[in-house]
């Protein structure tokens, strides 16, 4: 992202505009290379949101970032997930007084 006086704008959506086309309203961009700091107007194109949620990885693991068991997952009201053994944890360190 950058700024342009005081209006913000993100990088591949401006370089895909003024190198390649304008986004058509409804459209968003879709990182083809997988990259999302690219900026190459070859590696975006514009697409819709369902397209790109369909052309979008899923990503199955069996650990958390911190190599603990998925059986350890939860997930929140949110629908967000979390790891059981960071969530208990992180409580433990915040008890104690350590950061």
Do not use: W
Request: hydrophobic fraction near 30%.
């Amino acid at each position: 992202m950058f700024s342009i006086g005081r209006r913000t704008i993100m990088a591949h959506r401006y370089f895909y505009e003024v190198l390649k086309a304008v986004i058509p309203v409804g459209h968003e961009i879709d990182h083809l290379c997988r990259i999302t700091s690219c900026v190459n107007p070859s590696h975006l194109e514009a697409v819709t949101h369902a397209e790109n949620m369909r052309r979008t990885p899923r990503v199955t693991s069996s650990e958390c970032k911190y190599g603990h068991a998925l059986d350890g997952v939860r997930t929140r009201k949110d629908g967000g997930r979390y790891c059981k053994v960071c969530n208990l944890q992180n409580k433990r360190r915040q008890r104690s007084g350590k950061q």
